[in-house]
């Protein structure tokens, strides 16, 4: 890929080709390449990182979907617990969503609904979840604590999470 010398942004597939994750990888990331000896692919980190706009701790989101298999449950229990618990009630512009095969991913929306960034929550623990939602989603007036969820469409309504999300 050294033809995408170019001064531009390259398109997550060229990114992923490289090794990054374009949604993932922040511009002040690239920065630290030359710490490690790895300034040969700082250009093309550059090209593929979103920019360090503001703190993280400032930025809020008008919505949050959280998206997760529940046959992904077992290896993430912290993830279940969280969604299992009173908590995603505190939130309401939070959604769970279930998408079969997937591990646990938040994708922030703006007000538009457009999606903004996408954060895999794989590592995350039950707390560490709740204190992002409570940092980083709009604070909502009128005392709602409802939140939605939405499961793929599927003809039977099962009980049974796990025969619902065979893939």
């Known amino acids: 890929m050294q033809s995408q010398q170019v001064r531009g942004e390259m398109t997550a597939s060229e990114c992923r080709e490289l090794g990054f994750i374009k949604a993932q990888l922040m511009c002040s990331s690239c920065d630290k390449l ?3 000896g790895l ?3 700082k250009p093309q980190c550059k090209q593929c990182c979103t920019l360090d706009q503001q703190p993280a701790a ?3 989101y008008a919505k949050a979907i959280l998206e997760v298999c529940t046959c992904k449950f077992r290896a993430y229990p912290q993830i279940q617990a ?8 505190k939130f309401p512009n939070l959604q769970i969503k279930y998408v079969r095969g ?3 991913v938040v994708k922030l929306l703006d007000a538009s609904g457009k999606v903004q960034e996408t954060l895999s929550i794989t590592k995350w623990n039950t707390d560490t979840v709740e204190e992002f939602f409570e940092t980083h989603l709009a604070k909502e007036g009128g005392g709602k604590s409802s939140y939605s969820v939405v499961e793929e469409a599927d003809d039977d309504d099962e009980d ?3 025969r619902t999300n065979k893939i």
């Open 34 to 36: 030359d710490d490690f």
């Open 39 to 41: 300034e040969t692919i």
């Open 58 to 60: 400032q930025r809020t």
């Open 82 to 89: 969280f969604i299992q618990s009173g908590r995603p009630a």
């Open 102 to 104: 997937l591990d646990p």
């Open 160 to 162: 049974d999470f796990l």
